[in-house]
């Protein structure tokens, strides 16, 4: 296949990036950045777009590359609803030409497990991928369901949302923003102990950038079966913020761990569990997860992140 990603240089895009790539397809990625276009896509065999893609000048770029691929793949960290429809309405308008009874252009837009975090308890709590996306609990993200209802109604297309839980791996993402760097800098500071936020009962539903963006592309290729579908990547069960925070105190020394509260609506979806079981990828693709646990693989996940922090300041120091 012939594929955009749009993204391309993000924590999740660029894992689907070099996820298309290593499964045989001709791949263009989007980024703002013309340094990271020429060092980090041209030599890894992705064909770079260098675009502001929300401006109409940067649509115009990168919809011309969307009319003549088989599927786009929206990575996007958009800031609300408007933003994101201007994204799946200027992919609409470029294919809105192809021929009567060719095939349907393909759609996969990147949301998020918490439109689905309905918290911890019994069996009321329990969502799946197959239910409407109803989480009031976060306030922060549930504009994206308006995203999800558009790519997926949309009769022209073949429409597919993919939901990530909390994506772990290489930097650490948001593991790395709410607790790997606190106890980061405690260490480097001198400090016996570290803040992170947790939720009372610590579980969070978790997986590995790789194995998210694994299913990505398997979706993408079966976009005909899989359109007009919600697909969760996830881990089969739940870990636990608790585990976690205790791995990195037995690795880097420190003596401890103290909760706090969240700051913000952010930080509490990211805290908030959601108590599901991924099915409906391994069903239609046969797509299964591979990579350990957070808790369970810590020894190399807090290695690849300290790495990653003093690749990012020595980049920061040759500006």
């Known amino acids: 296949?012939?594929?955009?990603?749009?993204g391309a240089s993000g924590f999740i895009g660029s894992a689907v990036t070099h996820a298309f790539v290593r499964a045989g397809?001709?791949?263009?990625?989007?980024?703002?950045?013309?340094d990271t276009a020429d060092i980090q896509f041209g030599p890894r065999e992705i064909i770079p777009v260098v675009c502001d893609p929300t401006t109409t000048e940067g649509q115009a770029t990168w919809t011309k590359i969307a009319k003549q691929v088989d599927a786009v793949v929206d990575c996007l960290a958009a800031g609300g609803a408007e933003q994101a429809l201007s994204i799946l309405n200027a992919?609409?308008?470029a294919v809105k030409g192809r021929p009567k009874g060719s095939p349907r252009p393909t759609y996969v837009y990147c949301s998020g497990h918490y439109v689905m975090a309905r918290g911890y308890g019994g069996l009321d709590e329990w969502s799946d991928e197959r239910q409407p996306a109803e989480a009031p609990i976060n306030k922060g993200t549930i504009w994206r369901t308006k995203i999800e209802g558009a790519v997926?109604?949309?009769?022209?297309?073949?429409g597919i949302v993919v939901r990530p839980a909390c994506v772990y791996g290489s930097s650490g993402s948001y593991f790395g923003d709410y607790h790997f760097?606190?106890?980061l800098e405690a260490l480097n500071s001198g400090k016996s102990e570290f803040d992170s936020i947790i939720s009372a009962n610590g579980k969070i539903l978790t997986i590995h950038q790789d194995d998210a963006a694994e299913l990505f592309v398997r979706v993408a290729e079966a976009a005909p079966v899989c359109r007009g579908q919600v697909f969760l990547a996830a881990n089969p069960s739940t870990d636990n913020i608790r585990d976690i925070l205790d791995a990195i105190v037995r690795i880097t020394g420190l003596k401890a761990w103290k909760a706090k509260a969240p700051a913000d609506a952010y930080e509490t979806a990211w805290i908030t569990p959601l108590l599901a079981r991924p099915s409906l990828g391994?069903?239609?693709?046969?797509?299964?997860?591979k990579r350990m646990a957070v808790s369970d693989g810590m020894d190399v996940y807090w290695m690849s992140f300290v790495k990653s922090e003093e690749l990012k300041k020595n980049r920061q120091s040759k500006m």
Do not use: D
Request: positive net charge; charged residues 10%; glycine residues 8%.
């Open 91 to 93: 992919f609409l308008a």
């Open 25 to 34: 397809h001709i791949v263009w990625g989007q980024t703002r950045s013309q």
């Open 181 to 183: 760097k606190p106890a």
């Open 152 to 158: 997926l109604g949309e009769s022209s297309i073949n």
């Open 1 to 6: 296949m012939k594929v955009l990603i749009l």
């Open 282 to 289: 391994n069903a239609l693709t046969g797509w299964q997860p």
